[in-house]
């Protein structure tokens, strides 16, 4: 698949931020230097403040939003209503790195914190993302009877997995967010640990997977 001129949308975490000889900014400079067009969720308003302030250092245009910025993202019960793209869109043609805070609009006049797994998912369906992925220090799935990193699953087979109360619930998020952004129209999405070297890269770049894979049959809806 060419993934020249697509969009790839990034959750990173905390781990991935403060891993020592971490590439994931020169892995984003490496994908935009492709032709693709990352968009980056960051896990809490500081650090999406402190990606930017980095990547602006290492030449990359990096543009901080919040999800309230043109009620990109708007708070919607409890959860998030319809994403407006317009603003999201305009950033990326015009060769920026939007990086996301991960902060509804409230209609009330008090702004939501929601969590960055589903801004994610929000966002890479909305734009129909070529793919997705989620960083998790935990790396994958774990089948609980191998032991062994489970390399792929469909999306009603992680949505299975994201119930199972056994597992973290950072890790259930991530695995929920990444069905349910495949059964949105995104391409493929991936659960790994963003503290590998250039896992983004590879992830999105060769057919191997560092973590779990979500993808499969899309439901579009």
């Given at each position: ?61 990096a543009v901080g ?133 250039h896992a983004a ?21």
């Open positions: 698949m060419d993934l020249h001129g697509r969009t790839m949308v990034i959750r990173v975490d905390e781990a991935t931020l403060g891993a020592e000889g971490g590439t994931f900014f020169s892995d984003l400079v490496f994908l935009g230097n492709l032709g693709m067009r990352p968009v980056v969720v960051a896990p809490t308003a500081d650090a999406a403040r402190a990606v930017v302030r980095s990547m602006n250092r290492s030449g990359d245009a939003l919040s999800g309230a910025d043109a009620g990109m993202i708007p708070a919607a019960a409890g959860t998030i209503g319809a994403v407006q793209t317009k603003l999201l869109t305009t950033l990326l043609d015009a060769g920026y790195v939007p990086v996301i805070e991960p902060l509804a609009f409230g209609f009330t006049g008090t702004d939501v914190a929601v969590a960055a797994d589903d801004v994610a998912q929000a966002l890479a369906s909305a734009v129909g993302a070529a793919r997705a992925i989620f960083f998790n220090d935990r790396g994958g799935v774990i089948d609980a009877k191998t032991q062994l990193l489970v390399d792929q699953l469909t999306p009603a087979e992680a949505l299975a997995v994201a119930d199972d109360t056994t597992l973290g619930e950072d890790l259930r998020a991530a695995v929920r967010a990444a069905a349910l952004g495949v059964r949105g129209g995104v391409g493929a999405a991936q659960i790994c640990d963003g503290r590998v070297a890269i590879v992830e999105f770049l060769t057919a191997r997977h560092l973590g779990t894979q979500v993808a499969g049959t899309v439901y579009m809806g």
